[in-house]
Structure formats: structure tokens, C-alpha cells
Nanobody, 125 residues
Framework: HVQLVESGGGSVQAGGSLRLSCEVS????????MGWFRQAPGKEREGVAA???????TYADSVKGRFTISKDNAKNTLYLQMKNLDPEDTAMYYC????????????????????WGQGTQVTVS
């Protein structure tokens, strides 16, 4: 049974920082791709960042230079360090894991991912 559990969300003032975590269980050999997504009220889910098995990362233009995705394989945990937060970053943030092996690129495209967490709310004021 695969489970993804996000944590670390909260309320922060503009310019502040937060670090989100996503603990993964049930994937015994590690994931081939993990990503962070967000969805603001009334908007579609947006890909934020993705990281492949070897650590290569991609980011949405809106977060480049401010957000950093990383993972700790020993802890089966994915992170999203967010700095210089803006009210536009306010959203529910979701982590996702595992894409089909026939997809050659690890990127934050929601349709590619098989497993999802329940989300953690980030509010920037």
C-alpha cells in the first residue's frame, strides 16, 4: 500500500520561507520520479517541481530561484524548500510519486503520476 503524507505547510508573511516534506511509504525500490504540485482556489493544479531518481530537478518558471526540490532516499522523504514566498504562492501543495517507465522524462506533469498525497496548505499574506 503506497502512501504519501505531506507536512510543513502553514501561514507565512510575504518574503518568508517554508519547507514542505512528503514522506513516502510502500515503494520498496525508491521512486523513479517525484513532484510537487499546487492548486489555488478556482485554479487548475499546477506543476511546481520534479526530481528524478538520480536527482535531476526541473522547476516551473514561476518558482525558479525561489524553490528547491530535494529528496532523502534513506528517509524516503521528498522536500520543497520555499523562499521569498509571495501571496501568489498561496495554494494547497501536493506531492506525487512514480511515473510509468515508458515516460522518458521526469517532469511536473500531473497526468504522469500514479500516487498522490492529501496535500498541505500554504498561505502567504
Amino acid at each position: 500500500h503506497v502512501q504519501l503524507v505531506e507536512s510543513g505547510g502553514g501561514s507565512v508573511q510575504a518574503g518568508g520561507s517554508l519547507r514542505l516534506s512528503c514522506e513516502v511509504s510502500g515503494i520498496t525500490e525508491g521512486t523513479n520520479c517525484m513532484g510537487w504540485f499546487r492548486q489555488a482556489p478556482g485554479k487548475e493544479r499546477e506543476g511546481v517541481a520534479a526530481i528524478g531518481r538520480e536527482g535531476a530537478a526541473t522547476y516551473a518558471d514561476s518558482v525558479k530561484g525561489r524553490f528547491t526540490i530535494s529528496k532523502d532516499n534513506a528517509k524516503n522523504t521528498l522536500y520543497l524548500q520555499m523562499k521569498n514566498l509571495d501571496p501568489e504562492d498561496t495554494a494547497m501543495y501536493y506531492c506525487a510519486a512514480e511515473i510509468p517507465t515508458w515516460i522518458p522524462l521526469c517532469r511536473a506533469r500531473s497526468a504522469d503520476f500514479g500516487y498522490w498525497g492529501q496535500g498541505t496548505q500554504v498561505t502567504v499574506s
